[in-house]
């Protein structure tokens, strides 16, 4: 089990399964990007994507599918638009979200992106393709999943191995849960120790570590 899951093409599943992946993911946060549950064995079903995001959801009719973070997703660190500046279809937005829930906004004032807290955990709609690496540490926080960064960088991480891949030149400051000894997994040097250290790297570059 996970404190979050991140569903990017659900768009298709059937009433058991929708019943099934919400008694999996009980107690998570779920993360419902694009088009979660639009469609099942009868043909498209807007009652199925409810069913499965918590949301009462609707086709959107802005003009792009481009999410712009509203004051409330700004406040949650979710800053930077994403989607796509032109109108496709199928795009959702929900009609029952309250101003609290709703985290961006298509150019309509429509809500884009809406986190919703259930009797069984929290529910996070994405309406516009794609997403951000801010949107997403927004979610772990919500779900109390551990960040080891809050810089845009790659995370693999198991056990008493942890890989980062970085995106900028620069120093690369990471956040363990706890204290203890880190080293590099392939010289053995000593790096430092937890919970917090920094690491000078270059874009690009992978370092592996060992956490005691």
Known sequence: RARLYVFHNVWWLN????????????????????????????????????????????????QDAWATPTERGKALGFTTPFGIKRAIQPVFTVTDAVADEVLATYPDGSPAVALRKTADGYSLFVGAPGMTPDLLRVAARAARAHLYTETNAGVWADGPVLAVEAMETGPLAIHLPRSTAVSDLLSGARLGSGPSLTLEMQRGEVRLLRVR
């Open 15 to 62: 009433a058991s399964q929708r019943t099934s992946l919400l008694q999996q993911t009980r107690g998570s946060l779920r993360m419902w990007c694009y088009a979660p549950g639009a469609f099942d064995d009868t043909g498209s079903t807007l009652s199925g994507m409810g069913e499965l995001t918590g949301f009462r959801v609707a086709p959107a009719r802005a």
